[in-house]
């Protein structure tokens, strides 16, 4: 018995060894070497061909760096594919992945040219026939109309206008990074934009030190913590509590 399945071991190695590799293209990229190569190089938060992949020490896990952004502005991260906690320090470009971006190639899921997989995103944006799939991507229909009624005048509380200059359409972390890399030092008074979107919001109301403000209590999204049915009474004494343990 232990013949039969020696012989069969050493027979299949020997077919593998005798089967031709695949050659490589003239510029140097290799051929994907099986279907679905995109796929293996995708980026499990934004599903596109990494852009500037970057691994997590803990898990090895691999993302696109400015995917993984907003996980490391938290206190304890969770690695976003595993949940498993992880050290921000301890996150490091990965250039095995980059090395194989740019060895690879795959086709265009438009016009079927093969392209670099470190080139995929330039010329998928690029690309007429994949534009042309977009435009003619059928539009959303609810299954059953409903009869309830549509919300109108919903207050905007996912973007904010900068107080200081009116940069607009910034997330509650993209408001910090740009308040302080363009108003460290600016003196003046403002309102801060996600207070004031609030149920509880004073629209008048202007922190002395802004700046501090946002790092202090918008290191993370209301809408994690807030139900707005809540009493808007209970919840505008909560957050002068807030406002008077912080000062």
């Not at 093969?114 to 080139?119: D, F, G």
């Not at 108003?183 to 919001?201: E, F, I, T």
């Not at 629209?203 to 809540?230: A, E, G």
Request: charged residues 20%; proline residues 9%.
């Amino acid at each position: 018995m232990m013949a039969m399945f020696r012989s069969l071991v050493l027979g299949t190695q020997l077919r593998q060894q005798q089967q031709p590799q695949q050659p490589s293209s003239g510029s140097g990229s290799l051929a994907a070497p099986a279907e679905g190569i995109e796929s293996q190089f995708s980026c499990p938060i934004c599903l596109e061909v990494y852009h500037e992949p970057v691994s997590i020490a803990s898990c090895a896990h691999t993302f696109c760096g400015e995917c993984l952004q907003p996980c490391l502005q938290v206190t304890s991260p969770l690695c976003p594919l595993c949940r498993v906690p992880f050290d921000p320090k301890k996150v490091e470009r990965s250039s095995s992945v980059e090395k194989q971006l740019a060895s690879y190639k795959a086709p265009c899921r438009g016009c079927n040219k093969k392209v670099a997989l470190v080139k995929m995103r330039s010329h998928i944006a690029s690309c007429s026939k994949v534009q042309e799939q977009i435009a003619n991507c059928p539009k959303f229909v609810p299954v059953v109309p409903t009869s309830q009624p549509i919300p109108r005048n919903i207050p905007n509380r996912s973007t904010f206008a900068c107080p200081f200059c009116g940069a607009r359409n910034l997330d509650q972390q993209e408001l910090v990074k740009h308040c302080m890399d363009s108003h460290r030092n600016d003196p003046n008074k403002v309102v801060c934009p996600v207070c004031s979107a609030m149920p509880w919001g004073d629209p008048s109301y202007k922190s002395s030190n802004f700046l501090q403000h946002l790092l202090h209590r918008h290191k993370f999204s209301y809408d994690t913590f807030v139900d707005y049915s809540i009493d808007e009474e209970a919840a505008l004494q909560a957050a002068l509590a807030l406002s008077l343990a912080e000062n």
